[in-house]
């Protein structure tokens, strides 16, 4: 990946902020509709209504602009405070929470073109594939890593491993309904059905990783 990666994501005034949402907004939909290869700087310049200087000030390189894209998506549904512990929240919510906010994430048109445009793409450009997964999917299982070995810490659930727990957790939600859906057949859990379907993972996980009995 570019070093220039990380570069110029960071906020800024607030018109500076409306003019890289406004940029962040435009790329999504020109690489969704155009492809990645397709998509050019200057195109998203018109497309945000602003001029290439503009979107050059807020994004290095177009590799920092679909990262930054992915990653606000992620941010959108999993913002990082979601993964803080705190004392007075039960882990079954806490971890309820996660799941309602990935389910819903990885079930959103904008998610799932966007899978599939990477699969697509991936294969003939490696580096795609590592953009996407090191800006969304990594982001996200680190993040949860992170929480379960807190989780593990105050002794609310056993897990010795928490970044293959992490991917448990995360390969349950998406499930076979996902599986389906990326490939064109079927349609996304939503209402009652989505909801019995994060309970019974959320459940299924708790039961798993459970304290044995001293």
Not at 2 to 27: H, M, V, W
Request: charged share 20%; with cysteine.
């Amino acid at each position: 990946m570019s070093a220039n990666t990380s570069a110029n994501i960071g906020p800024g005034r607030p018109k500076d902020l409306a003019k890289r949402q406004a940029i962040l907004e435009a790329a999504k939909r020109l690489f969704l509709s155009n492809g990645y290869a397709s998509t050019s700087m200057d195109a998203v310049a018109a497309e945000a209504g602003v001029s290439k200087l503009t979107v050059y000030s807020h994004f290095n390189d177009k590799e920092t602009l679909l990262t930054a894209a992915v990653m606000a998506k992620c941010e959108e549904q999993l913002p990082t405070l979601l993964y803080e512990l705190t004392p007075d929240t039960p882990v079954k919510t806490l971890l309820l929470n996660i799941a309602r906010g990935f389910h819903q994430l990885i079930n959103s048109d904008e998610s799932v073109n966007l899978h599939r445009l990477i699969i697509a793409l991936g294969s003939q450009d490696p580096k795609l594939s590592q953009i996407f997964i090191e800006a969304g999917p990594e982001r996200v299982l680190q993040g949860m890593e992170g929480l379960l070995g807190k989780i593990n810490q105050m002794g609310a659930l056993h897990i010795d491993k928490p970044r293959n727990a992490a991917e448990h957790f995360f390969c349950m939600l998406k499930g076979g309904a996902n599986f389906r859906l990326l490939y064109g057949y079927g349609a996304p859990l939503t209402g009652e059905a989505a909801e019995a379907h994060v309970q019974e993972v959320v459940d299924l996980f708790i039961r798993a990783y459970r304290p044995e009995p001293g």
